[in-house]
């Protein structure tokens, strides 16, 4: 059975930080690029990161540049999204996705809330 779990999302002043896990199991973990997507109320879902199988290739969206990190550990199955300086614009969402040219998989979604 497929599965992502995403955790630590929760609530952060701006300027804080928060560090996004998304755990998988039941799939080659590495043979998948793996991202992070974001849906804020009333926006339609967008990508904020994605990191390539290997390591090969790693983008973000341009209002996170700089401000967060994807990553992962194949080993534990696990991609990460470090979330630095955090902005009130960054409140929402966020899903895992683990995706190959044949199958597509995403996660439930954890809350982000940024406010003072």
């Known amino acids: 059975q497929v599965q992502l779990v995403e955790s630590g999302g929760g609530f952060v002043q701006p300027g804080g930080s928060l560090r996004l896990s998304c755990a998988a199991s039941g799939f080659a973990f590495r043979q998948y690029a793996m991202s992070w997507y974001r849906q804020a109320p009333g926006k339609e879902r967008e990508l904020v990161a994605i990191?390539?199988?290997?390591?090969?290739?790693?983008n973000y969206a341009d209002s996170v540049k700089g401000r967060f990190t994807i990553s992962r550990d194949n080993a534990k199955n696990t991609v990460y999204l470090q979330m630095n300086s955090l902005k009130p614009e960054d409140t929402a969402v966020y899903y895992c996705?683990?995706?190959?040219?044949?199958?597509?998989?995403w996660g439930q979604g954890t809350q982000v809330t940024v406010s003072s």
């Open positions: 996705r683990a995706r190959t040219s044949s199958n597509d998989y």
């Open positions: 990191i390539t199988s290997f390591d090969i290739n790693i």
